[in-house]
């Protein structure tokens, strides 16, 4: 508990001076941006009421987004406050977005292909396709919903019983 309450002073002294120059200089710091929707933003070494009065954060200070419920941060997670008054990558857009089950990333006896690439979250699509020697049961493609939910059934890959037949009489050889 001690070392707990010495370490949070360490931060709030640290943090805290900063900030309260921070606050008569915009040039000094960044001014708080808003979170992404279905999401709060993590500020370390600072208390409530801290976040509550501060209106400029320093240089090199960084904030953390966080979503909620079953979602996950698209985009940049960790944003830094520059020299010049802004946010890193404020060009690249941070969503909060709900995650789709990943069963559905993978296929027995197949592929699967995903549009955008990284988590299965709102508006990702997998293409489904079957090894060689299995057919594909059901549609090719499903695309995650903003129920967080995939809009078709998993399709399944069965064993393709005349590909064997085909396979065998392609490998007999005339004799000589």
């Given at each position: 508990m001690c070392r707990r309450m010495a370490l949070s002073f360490l931060l709030f002294s640290a943090v805290l001076p900063r900030l309260s120059v921070s606050a008569y200089n915009t040039s000094a710091g960044c001014a708080i941006i808003r979170p992404p929707r279905d999401g709060g933003i993590r500020y370390r070494g600072l208390t409530q009421e801290q976040i509550r009065s501060v209106q400029v954060l320093p240089v090199d200070y960084e904030?953390?987004?966080?979503c909620r419920g079953n979602r996950v941060i698209v985009g940049p997670k960790v944003r830094k406050c520059l020299p010049n008054g802004t946010w890193t990558d404020l060009s690249q857009h941070s969503r909060c977005l709900l995650l789709c089950p990943r069963v559905w990333t993978s296929l027995e006896n197949g592929r699967v292909s995903s549009r955008p690439l990284g988590p299965p979250v709102e508006g990702t699509v997998l293409h489904y396709s079957c090894l060689p020697g299995f057919i594909l049961m059901g549609r090719n493609s499903t695309q995650c919903n903003k129920m967080?939910?995939?809009?078709?059934?998993?399709?399944?890959?069965?064993?393709?019983?005349?590909y064997k037949a085909c396979l065998r009489s392609a490998l007999v050889l005339p004799a000589a």
């Open positions: 904030i953390e987004y966080i967080g939910k995939w809009d078709t059934p998993k399709p399944v890959c069965h064993y393709d019983r005349h």
